[in-house]
């Protein structure tokens, strides 16, 4: 099936560093989505993006859609080592449509 | 906030046996409910979409006849494994959205892993 272009694929950090990975895809999308996915659970919402070029944050996290609507990008401030985990972008054409995963970042942090 | 339950977490069967996953929607209803499967250091794949009172639609290369599902009701969709072989062996997730919600995010369950042996 069809997936988005995700980078990097994955990131050794420090605690306290900020992170940034993001999302391409050729053709555009309505929604896009970011969500972490823990070790043997199903992942969890974190952010939703609904407008071209909309920012939003979530606590440490900021995301953004792009003006293209072909991208986004995904921030995680002053990491900690509960932020480790898989970050998988999603994008969705339509309202109602089936969501597009990207092939995710797998984010290590050093205490 | 919508919870998506799965059960079992994981099972175990002998390669030839079938499987049935179940997945539930908690605190909504759900009119559609997608299934997902998901390789070790993989992305999460579509297998099919589920729909209340009508049959799946199943992405391309997902055969119908050995993933059978089931969305008998707005809170409840099955997916069975039927002859399972060890290729077989793999996380699989469900998700859901309320309906006339077409716009809100899916909610995931927590996975089934499941190992044929």
């Known amino acids: 099936g069809q997936q988005l272009n995700q980078s990097p694929q994955s990131m050794f950090i420090q605690e306290g560093e900020d992170v940034s990975m993001n999302c391409t895809s050729s053709?555009?999308?309505?929604?896009w989505l970011w969500y972490k996915q823990d070790p043997g659970e199903g992942p969890v919402l974190l952010i939703a993006?609904?407008?071209?070029?909309e920012l939003t944050s979530n606590g440490r996290l900021t995301a953004q859609f792009g003006i293209t609507r072909k991208d986004s990008f995904l921030n995680i401030s002053a990491s900690i080592p509960s932020d480790v985990g898989i970050y998988f972008c999603?994008?969705?054409?339509?309202?109602?449509?089936?969501?597009?995963f990207g092939q995710g970042t797998e984010l290590s942090v050093k205490p | 906030g919508a919870v998506v339950s799965q059960h079992p977490s994981r099972v175990i069967c002998k390669s030839g046996t079938s499987v049935k996953i179940e997945c539930r929607s908690l605190?909504?209803?759900?009119?559609?409910m997608f299934w997902y499967r998901q390789f070790p250091k993989q992305s999460l794949m579509l297998m099919a979409t589920?729909?209340?009172?009508?049959?799946?639609?199943?992405e391309q290369g997902v055969e119908k006849d050995k993933f059978l599902i089931n969305h008998a009701s707005l809170t409840l969709s099955t997916l069975t494994v039927t002859s399972a072989h060890p290729e077989d062996s793999s996380f699989y997730i469900c998700?859901?959205?309320?309906?006339?919600?077409?716009?809100?995010?899916?909610?995931f369950g927590n996975g089934t892993r499941l190992t044929v042996t």
């Open positions: 998700s859901a959205r309320a309906p006339g919600q077409d716009s809100s995010p899916l909610h």
């Open positions: 053709s555009i999308f309505n929604t």
């Open positions: 993006l609904y407008k071209a070029g």
């Open positions: 999603a994008g969705q054409r339509w309202q109602g449509g089936k969501l597009i």
């Open positions: 605190d909504f209803q759900a009119t559609t």
């Open positions: 589920s729909n209340e009172g009508s049959k799946a639609t199943y």
